[in-house]
């Protein structure tokens, strides 16, 4: 038996979130079973505890679309009983059962050894978030950081913590946005020398080009903020796009990609293959300071998950949540 918190959904359409006892034979089919130790919060999370999203195929579901653990049955010969490992995306916590729970059953294709340097503790203060912002850190390195500030948006959330982190450890000028005030602090604290307020940034302009200002930028909001970024950004200067919380639309023009070369890089972390996740975790492990994502861990347990998931879908997280789902 193991402890897993299981999505509901009854004959109205409603879902409810309980902890529950659940017998192993509950486990989906799969190469490779993991005994969790830690789960993480992202907003797809919250919508798979709550009304779905459209995300969740089946019900009962177990969500969490990160886990990392360690191995205690596999057929498949890259993993061993002992091993530790970690899982983020493949759909799974979507349309597969995930990591809200002490036991998991998955696909060996789904998961990658724990890199050298992290706990699992530290893997899932990371977790999908950490890792999206790895990645578009990399793929910014990948096309050439301009001088100048690099713009964070959504910068107290989990993705732009971590990149606020990692980019101010790498030595880039980093500026947050942030829509509230009170994370001013927290965000300095990471490493960023320039907040700015959401209200100053949140909107379009009739202009397509404005003042070259930012060096880079890695975007989590989308929306009008993107849209009035990609007019401010350097002569061949890139934005990666992690997100979309400030919506979908985006009422740009072409202008800042023919005059100026601006680059905008679309970031998955779901499907990511193999190798390009492995050189993701080992820079993780080398450029993220360990204080600094210390600081970013709001501890959770299982029963904890229901309210949180409430909150993270109105904007209400800071940092990282990190769930022990033994605790």
Same mark, same amino acid.
């Given at each position: ?153 959504? %910068?107290? #959330? +989990? ?11 790498? =030595?880039?000028? /980093? &500026?947050? !946005? ?41 975007? %989590?909001? #989308? +929306? ?11 002569? =061949?200067?890139? /934005? &990666?796009? !992690? ?41 993780? %492990? ?42």
């Amino acid at each position: 038996m193991f402890k897993a918190l299981v999505v509901e959904k009854n004959e109205d359409g409603k879902t409810n979130a309980t902890v529950q006892e659940l017998s192993m034979d509950r486990l989906p089919e799969g190469d490779v079973t993991v005994a969790v130790e830690y789960s993480t919060l992202n907003y797809k999370d919250g919508l798979c505890i709550g009304p779905g999203g459209g995300l969740v195929r089946n019900y009962p579901h177990v969500p969490g679309i990160d886990f990392a653990g360690t191995v205690e049955a596999s057929d498949d010969p890259r993993y061993k009983a002992g091993d530790k490992v970690v899982l983020t995306g493949w759909r799974v916590g979507e349309a597969y059962w995930g990591g809200y729970a002490q036991k998991a059953r998955v696909k060996a294709d789904w998961l990658v050894p724990l890199p050298d340097g992290l706990t699992t503790r530290q893997a899932m203060a990371v977790g999908t978030a950490g890792f999206t912002a790895m990645l578009a850190v990399m793929a910014l390195e990948d096309h050439g950081i301009k001088d100048g500030p690099v713009l964070v948006t959504g %910068a107290a #959330g +989990g993705v732009g913590s971590v990149a606020t982190a990692i980019l101010a450890n790498l =030595g880039y000028e /980093v &500026a947050g !946005v942030t829509g509230r005030p009170e994370t001013a602090g927290y965000l300095r604290s990471l490493g960023a020398t320039r907040v700015v307020a959401r209200e100053e940034i949140n909107e379009t302009v009739k202009r397509p080009l404005e003042a070259e200002i930012w060096g880079g930028c890695v975007d %989590a909001v #989308g +929306g009008d903020m993107l849209a009035r970024v990609l007019g401010q950004m350097k002569y =061949g200067a890139s /934005v &990666a796009a !992690v997100g979309l919380a400030g919506g979908a639309a985006l009422s740009a023009t072409v202008i800042p990609f023919l005059l100026r070369g601006v680059n905008l890089l679309g970031i998955d972390s779901v499907m990511q293959p193999y190798d390009n996740r492995l050189r993701a975790w080992a820079r993780i %492990a080398q450029d993220l300071p360990m204080d600094k994502l210390e600081a970013m861990i709001k501890p959770a347990t299982l029963s904890d998950l229901p309210a949180l998931g409430r909150d993270i879908l109105k904007g209400q997280i800071q940092g990282r949540v990190v769930v022990d789902v033994n605790g």
